[in-house]
């Protein structure tokens, strides 16, 4: 459904890119194309699925330039045109940037305005912060982002009646259509009948790709709305998590226990990018600086791994098989996570390092998972991922911690050990020497924050 309205797309490609189908083929060209590869914002729209349990209806923002066409059959799309009263009466998001002077060349303006009314009706909107988060998916280069965050603040708690009742009449016609996703069976029908066919799940990495070569060159099966991949069970040890469940969603789910981990996926991309991208996704595409990989290395997860023919499990230190390579093998697809929670005395931190808080993928990142008994480390886990070709677990750097006292000359002497280990490459995130630098620092980091002797200095380095 596109702003209220059903629409029968089947005479479409179904890798056509939403954001093409609107501008080329709808010409709703408020939706506006700033980068086409999920970093501006300026395609924002709203994304709604029929609630799992009859409930209201909540909305997504997610970036139009990265979701293929054939992956929306029986949701409901709102775009800036579907957002304002059919006799023009502006969301009150809309009236307050125009009150604060939240736009200028208006380029950005929709993406924003979307952004912020599915923020608004999800009651984000709560402080600063919280609407810095939100926006974190969208770019303004003329504004300044000061009015446009005013803009936010002024209609937080303002009532949108007019939005419940956009929201209504989307969940009762989704509601009327017959389209159940397909099962893992489904799938693999699927991939048997067209074998060179690859998977695609959140289409945050693969859907760059076909956005900018304007369609995929390999026929696609969509995992996103395939319900044993959407399980996210939480047991007394350990969290299993379906491969196509969205980090937006798992984020709350694991706070408690990680809260470091709740950090790193919190800056995850933007808002619109977690609200697709998934664990499945992260560990299929096998970069060297998938933010999840070093803390499923360091946590010490297992991968399941399904196929027509049965099961498998694979640690996650050896899922990694050569330079964004993995042990899949043709037929093979990533099911769930299993992710141990913590045991008592245990303590996890994971470092990302990248040049933009938000919005970025790593340049370094180090998890750390060990246990403290009278000031020794009786247990240790390291993984680092931009050091290498693959995300990789550290033993050298166990090795020079486990069984000793934790003190600033061990956790220096572990830096020197990864410094031996590892051979770190130069690209254009960053040089060779800056990566042995920056994970070595990482070490006398976690010494400071673990021991609670304060902050770190650059004398302590
Ligand atoms: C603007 C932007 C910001 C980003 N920021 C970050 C970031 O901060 N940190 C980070 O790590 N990444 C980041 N990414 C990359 C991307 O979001 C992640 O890799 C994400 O986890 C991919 O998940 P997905 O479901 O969208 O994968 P998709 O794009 O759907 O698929 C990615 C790959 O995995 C394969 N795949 C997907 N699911 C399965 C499965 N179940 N079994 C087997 N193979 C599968 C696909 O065939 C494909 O090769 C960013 C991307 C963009 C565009
Ligand atoms: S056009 Fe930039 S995020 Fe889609
Ligand atoms: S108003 Fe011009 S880019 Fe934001």
Known sequence: MLNGETVDARDMPPTVTLLDYLRLHRRLTGTKEGCAEGDCGACTVLLARPPANGGDLSYDAVNACLLLLG?????????????????????????????????????????????????????????????????????????????????????????????????????????????????????????????????????????????????ADVPLVALDRVPELQRLDIHDDHYLIGAAVPLERLIPVIAADYPSLAVLFRRFGSPQIRNRATLGGNIGTASPIGDSLPALIALDAGIGIVSRHGRRAVPAADMFSGYRRTVLQAGELIEHVILPRPRPGEIFRIYKLSKRYDQDISTVCGAFRLTLTDGMVTDIRVAYGGMAATPVRVAAVEDALRGKAWTLETARAAAGALDRALSPMTDMRGSAAYRRSAGRNLLPRLWHETAGAGPVTVQDL
Do not use: W
């Open 71 to 215: 992956q929306l059959d029986g949701t409901a799309i709102r775009t800036v045109e579907g957002i304002a009263a059919p006799d023009g009466a502006p969301h009150p998001v809309q009236r307050a940037l125009v009150e604060t002077g939240g736009s200028q060349c208006g380029y950005c303006t929709p993406g924003f305005v979307v952004a912020l009314v599915g923020a608004h009706r999800a009651g984000r909107l709560t402080d600063t912060a919280a609407v810095h988060d939100a926006l974190a998916g969208n770019l303004c280069r003329c504004t300044g982002y000061r009015p446009i965050v005013d803009a936010a603040l002024a209609v937080a708690n303002e009532a949108a009646p007019r939005m419940d009742a956009v929201a209504e009449l989307d969940r009762t016609r989704l509601g009327q259509l017959d389209s159940r996703p397909g099962g893992l069976a489904d799938v693999f029908d699927a991939l048997a009948a067209e074998p060179d066919a690859r998977p695609i799940c959140g289409a945050t990495d693969l859907g760059v790709a076909i956005s900018k070569q304007k369609g």
